[in-house]
């Protein structure tokens, strides 16, 4: 009620607007600690008919204290006030009785993805920062700064010079992709098709560390979100990147982050600090506080399209991550329209990049949607072709007798 009625000295250059971010504010305010799908609108009816809580709670805080900190918010953050904000209760209430109807349906305020993505984008930031906030005591994770040539480090400390044609191959697909990565910087939306067995992970890796160095973004560097179909190839994933980083001195969960429905949720930081699956380590782990995450398609898509809290408070960090999908394959037909929708319009939106992996690549991204990382990779099929398909059948046969 409060923030309704302070929202409503806000200046705006059009309604539309106006109703979408003081509904956006108040949804959030409302849902944080809920699931959002919940029907607000039923209990702002309940408060609308019995304000004599809300009548008690405004009488015993600080009004004229809290509309100066607006006031001076407003100019912080480049709002213009129409009016002075409400200093007394009355006034309060006289203010949310007449707006309180909420205008029109949320349909008609968020018509579209682009709008619905920017909301649950703002909504999991103040989600996450609200329940680390209170876990951590007011402290936080700090962020880390990996090298930026952590994968070359690793091949030439594991594996030496090349020796095999195989290992020259993974090195030569390993330049083409980074070579196309500089070239497409920009794009946010990224291919990569490469044979089972030449070197796919770590080019991917190093290529989104690439793409993290490009950023140029020592405050915030963008997040690598490494997601996989299943939980039961997550493992073998992790220990290599794992060993990657290890490679180069870093082993806390602030660099590398497991997390599917199974993940031991304890959580260490670098610098030693130690947090329990059943205190704050759950909650750094289901929140992504990690330079690196390596998840499920599950726990991704879930993030922007779950009604839960503990899904939403990761849309922050996928903002302007780097987002790879290997075996993309594994996506079921019916939802590739879904997905590409949603892709596209969260890139446009927060800056996130997207990129999927796999040898058989489906079709998910239209033609010209994506820019392919290894253009030539049909040579590469063929020198690891490891199959010869015979057909044996000389007549004609039905689909049922086949």
């Not at 190093?206 to 299943?230: D, H, W």
Request: net charge negative; proline share 5%; hydrophobic share 40%.
């Amino acid at each position: 009620a409060l923030f309704w009625a302070l929202s409503s000295t806000i200046r705006f250059n059009d309604s539309s607007t106006a109703y979408k971010i003081r509904l956006g504010a108040f949804l959030s305010i409302l849902r944080h600690h809920g699931y959002l799908r919940a029907p607000w609108h039923e209990e702002l009816q309940l408060l609308r008919l019995d304000v004599s809580v809300i009548t008690e709670q405004l009488s015993s805080m600080d009004l004229p204290g809290i509309a100066g900190w607006f006031s001076e918010k407003a100019i912080e953050h480049g709002f213009q006030l129409g009016s002075p904000p409400p200093e007394g209760v009355d006034e309060v209430l006289k203010v949310f009785r007449r707006g309180s109807t909420m205008g029109p349906p949320i349909r008609d305020a968020y018509p579209n993805l682009a709008a619905a993505v920017d909301f649950l984008t703002g909504f999991g930031a103040l989600l996450s920062e609200d329940k680390l906030d209170t876990a951590l005591v007011g402290g936080e994770i700090k962020r880390i700064v990996l090298p930026k040539m952590v994968v070359e480090r690793f091949v030439q400390n594991r594996f030496g010079e090349e020796r095999t044609d195989l290992d020259r191959m993974r090195s030569k697909i390993s330049d083409e992709v980074r070579e196309q990565i500089l070239a497409n910087s920009n794009c946010a939306h990224l291919t990569l098709t490469a044979p089972t067995g030449s070197g796919k992970t770590l080019a991917a890796l190093r290529m989104a560390m690439c793409l993290r160095e490009l950023a140029n973004s020592t405050e915030r560097p963008p997040r690598i979100i490494y997601c996989l179909p299943f939980t039961s190839i997550i493992d073998q994933t992790h220990q290599i990147f794992a060993d990657v980083l290890k490679n180069a001195g870093f082993v806390g969960q602030d660099a590398l982050l497991k997390h599917h429905h199974l993940t031991e949720a304890f959580y260490r930081t670098s610098e030693g600090d130690e947090y329990d699956a059943d205190g704050a380590g759950q909650l750094l782990t289901e929140s992504w506080q990690s330079e690196i995450i390596i998840t499920t398609f599950y726990q991704l898509l879930n993030t922007f399209l779950s009604p839960a809290n503990r899904n939403l408070k990761r849309t922050a960090q996928v903002a302007g991550a780097i987002v790879l999908l290997d075996e993309v394959q594994a996506v079921p037909l019916e939802y590739w329209d879904a997905i590409r929708a949603l892709f596209k319009t969260v890139a446009e939106r927060t800056g996130a990049r997207f990129i999927l992996l796999t040898a058989t690549q489906p079709l998910i991204y239209e033609p010209d949607d994506a820019v392919e990382l290894l253009p030539n990779h049909k040579k590469y099929f063929e020198a690891l072709s490891r199959t010869r398909l015979l057909c044996e059948q000389n007549e004609p046969i039905s689909e049922k007798e086949l």
